[in-house]
């Protein structure tokens, strides 16, 4: 147990398919984070929140839409996704920036199959 | 983005050292991070090296920073069959307060 939960742990959709990945953490952190984690390739840093704010948004495509409505929860909307989405989608928290280093605490990912 | 070089698998024997490498290209990284994944498992914090630092030790674990060569090492002592997982190599990025770098990932596999 890592203080960050993200349900559902795993999920099919369809292609036409709106959905929502859930992140809760417990830490009573600031920072939270979507990371995105496919096989054979680093892990990819997908969106960061600050305070409930978005302060980094790296180049993802807008079917990929995040969410932070306080420093405890965020979300990951889903919609019209393409196969080579499926991955590993982790969510994590820290307690300010890592450049001040601060650690990141990971929940357990959220394995999605797009088909 | 700069880039954080693992191999990407290793074996050792229960009860031997393991020694999993990561070399990294920015060298204003001010800290250094070794995370384990075990399989189905998200990633779980190991330990972390600030850059002025050369040796960092906790229990079975030693972390080795060589700042002037870009070389990070992580050696785990008596390695144990739980310890088989993947160990994430990352670097906090300065261009970003956030962002860490990782590397690929280095599967290690303990045989008894």
């Known amino acids: 147990e890592t203080g960050v939960t993200q349900t559902p742990r795993h999920l099919v959709m369809g292609m036409t398919n709106k959905k929502s990945l859930k992140c809760e953490q417990h830490?009573?952190?600031?920072?939270m984070y979507w990371y995105k984690q496919s096989a054979k390739k680093p892990l990819e840093l997908m969106f960061v929140?600050?305070?409930?704010?978005?302060?980094e948004n790296n180049s993802v495509p807008s079917r990929f839409s995040p969410e932070c409505p306080n420093s405890s929860h965020l979300f990951l909307h889903l919609h019209t996704l393409q196969p080579e989405d499926s991955a590993l989608y982790l969510c994590?928290?820290?307690?300010?920036?890592?450049?001040?280093?601060?650690?990141?605490?990971f929940g357990e990912g959220s394995w999605l199959t797009v088909v | 983005g700069e880039d954080v070089e693992q191999s990407l698998f290793l074996s050792v024997r229960e009860g031997d050292s393991s020694v999993i490498n990561c070399t990294y290209t920015?060298?204003?990284?001010?800290?250094l991070y070794w995370y384990k994944q075990e399989p189905g498992a998200g990633l779980q914090l190991l330990t972390y090296i600030f850059s002025n630092m050369d040796m960092k030790q906790d229990q079975r674990l030693t972390v080795l920073l060589n700042k002037k060569d870009k070389h990070l090492s992580l050696r785990i002592a008596d390695t144990q069959t739980g310890d088989s997982a993947i160990y994430f190599c990352a670097e906090s990025a300065p261009n970003s307060g956030y962002a860490l770098n990782f590397g690929k990932g280095t599967s290690l596999l303990v045989t008894p």
């Open positions: 830490l009573g952190h600031n920072a």
């Open positions: 994590a928290s820290s307690q300010g920036g890592t450049i001040s280093g601060n650690t990141i605490y």
């Open positions: 929140y600050s305070l409930e704010e978005r302060v």
């Open positions: 920015d060298s204003s990284s001010t800290y």
